[in-house]
C-alpha cells in the first residue's frame, strides 16, 4: 500500500543537495551579499557577467573588500528562503507519492468485498514551487573600467566585486555625489531635529564635505599620476593646489591654468586654503590663510563660516579639474 511513499523516502534518503532556482532582477542583476557579519553589503552583479568574468574562487567585496568564493555570497534573505524551497520540495515528493499510494489502494479495491480499507490523504495541498525571488533594482550602476563587470548598489562602493580593484574615478564621483547630498541636509535636518543639534550638524557635514572633496581629488591624481607614471611625488602633494599642478607640468606638460578658467582656479586657490585651515587650524584664520588665499573677508582669529552654496560650489569646481584631467590623460 505504501510503495511509493517508501521508494520517495528511499530517494530522499540519498539526497545529499537540493537545486534551488533563483531569479535576477527586471534588468538582469543577482542579489550579491557580503558574507563578512562585520560588513553584510549588498549589491548586485549582472547575470552574464556573473557567469562570464567573476572567478569561482575569489569574489570582493564592494564596500569593505572581504574576500571569499562565489559560493559564499548568497544574501541571507536568498538562503531563508530557499532552506523553504527546499523544505517545500520535500513536502510536494511526499504529497504526489502518497496520492499515488492512494489512488492504487483504491484501484486494487473489490466493489464486492465484504470488506475494503483504502488509504486517503488528507492536507498537504500541492506546493507551487517559485524561484527565490530578487529584490528591485538598484539605483547605482557602474561598469569597472579594468574587468569591465557590470555592478549595482546603494550608497557607497569602493572596489570590482570580481577583479577587487579601486577606481579612482568612480570613487571620485561617488564622493562628490556625497558632498552634494550632504550639503544640502540642512532644511531636514531643522525639520526633524531640534535648531541647535540641527545648526551643530549642519555645520559639520558642510566642513567635511571641504576636506572630502580634497581628499577625494588627491586620491583620484594619485592613482591617475602612478598610472601615467610620473616621478617619485611627495606624501600628499596633490592637498597643493600649486604643486600638484607642477607635478602635472613636469610629468605630463600641462598644468591647471590650462584645463579651467582662471577665476575658476582662483576660486579652487581659495577653497583649498579653507581646507587646510580646516585641517589643520580647527578653521581659525591666520595670516597665513589671508597671505596665500587673498581672502580679505575675513580678520586673524576668526573662524570660517562654511556655506551650503560654497560647498556645491567647490564640489563642481574639483569636479571639472578632475574630469578635465581625465581627458586629457586620455
Known sequence: MFKNLISQLDELSQTTQVSVPVEADAEGYYDR???D????????????????????????????????PATDWFTRKQIEEAKAYALDQ????????????????????????????????????????????????????????????????????FFCPSCGKNSASHTFRQTLTTVRTAATLGETLRATLGPDEANTMTHALLEKGVQDTVMCFQRLCEQLYETAGGPKARRNAFQNLEAGSELWMKAKGFDYAQLVEPGQLEKLALYFQQRHLLAHQQGIVDADYIQRSGDTNYAIGQRLVIKSDAVLEFAGLVELLGQSIIRKLK
Not at 549588498?42 to 571569499?68: L, M, N, Y
Not at 464486492?112 to 488509504?119: D, E
Request: hydrophobic share 35%; aromatic share 8%.
Open 37 to 68: 557579519e562585520k560588513c553584510y553589503f549588498q549589491f548586485k552583479i549582472h547575470g552574464d557577467d556573473w557567469k562570464e568574468i567573476v572567478r569561482d574562487e575569489e569574489v570582493f567585496c564592494p564596500s569593505c573588500r572581504h574576500t571569499a
Open 33 to 35: 551579499e557580503c558574507p
Open 90 to 157: 520535500i513536502k510536494a515528493g511526499l504529497n504526489k507519492a502518497m496520492r499515488a499510494d492512494a489512488a492504487a489502494s483504491k484501484r486494487r479495491q473489490s466493489r464486492n468485498s465484504f470488506l475494503s480499507l483504502t488509504l486517503d490523504v488528507r492536507g498537504f495541498p500541492h506546493a507551487a514551487l517559485l524561484p527565490v525571488k530578487a529584490a528591485e533594482p538598484m539605483r547605482l550602476r557602474t561598469t569597472c573600467e579594468t574587468c569591465e563587470c557590470r555592478y549595482s548598489y546603494i550608497g557607497a562602493a
